[in-house]
């Protein structure tokens, strides 16, 4: 089983539409979290920490649910500019440093 | 903003060459990473440092090795190249802290292994 798991899509999605999809990862011992976005052909960057309380950044919505050890991003009205690869990252904590661990990312691609 | 710079966008080598990827950093960074994404197997941790000499095997590090003799500067080596490690090859840098956990990454390296 990998690390962190994530459906790899392509969601379709409408413009104006909410998707919503998530991220199991296998390590309960996983301390942080993040949604970073990578766009056709470039780097990753980062979308959003998520916390356990779970946050917002406009119409981006990231939850934790350690129970059963998963994350989602959930985007409202969404906007063609939205379709990109959403990666999931995990941090563990090691002796020797933080180890960042990736999804293999989910793609959401928004039609007029 | 921090910059993260990877020296070679694209190159091309022959199976057997050894091969250096540099990457530098301009923020003062303790973290360092080198990752490799692949299509349908997304970004693969291959090596990281958390300070200058320090480096720790990631998930895949058969093949390569690194050397972090300089606070700014991971290098990537491939000692004999073989087409398998055809790839995109990603650095990033980070500081960790309260508020501070972001990876920066460079553009990006895309070795061709013939």
């Known amino acids: 089983r990998k690390e962190v798991e994530q459906d790899p899509g392509p969601f379709n999605v409408p413009e104006g539409a909410t998707v919503a999809f998530n991220c199991t990862y296998s390590?309960?011992?996983?301390?942080?979290f993040f949604w970073y976005r990578q766009d056709c052909r470039k780097e990753p960057k980062l979308l959003m920490s998520?916390?356990?309380s779970g946050n917002e950044d406009g119409r981006f919505t990231a939850q934790l649910n350690r129970a059963s050890q998963y994350i989602s991003l959930l985007i409202r009205d969404s906007k063609l500019s939205d379709s990109a690869t959403y990666l999931c990252v995990v941090n563990q904590i090691k002796a020797a440093g933080n180890k960042l661990t990736f999804g293999g990312g989910t793609r959401v691609l928004v039609k007029p | 903003d921090v910059k993260v710079t990877q020296s070679s966008r694209y190159l091309v080598k022959r199976t057997g060459e050894k091969v250096f990827l540099e990457c530098v950093q301009d923020?003062?960074?303790?973290?360092m990473f080198w990752y490799r994404q692949d299509p349908g197997l997304g970004l693969r941790l291959i090596y990281f440092s958390y300070d200058v000499k320090m480096k720790e095997k990631g998930d895949i590090p058969e093949g390569y090795s690194v050397s972090r003799e300089k606070k700014e500067r991971f290098s990537l080596i491939l000692e004999s190249a073989s087409t398998n490690q055809t790839s995109m090859y990603l650095c990033?840098?980070?500081?960790w802290g309260s508020g501070a956990n972001v990876l920066t990454f460079g553009a990006g390296s895309r070795l061709t292994v013939l």
């Open positions: 923020m003062d960074h303790e973290n």
């Open positions: 990033a840098s980070a500081r």
């Open positions: 998520v916390y356990s």
């Open positions: 390590n309960s011992a996983s301390q942080s």
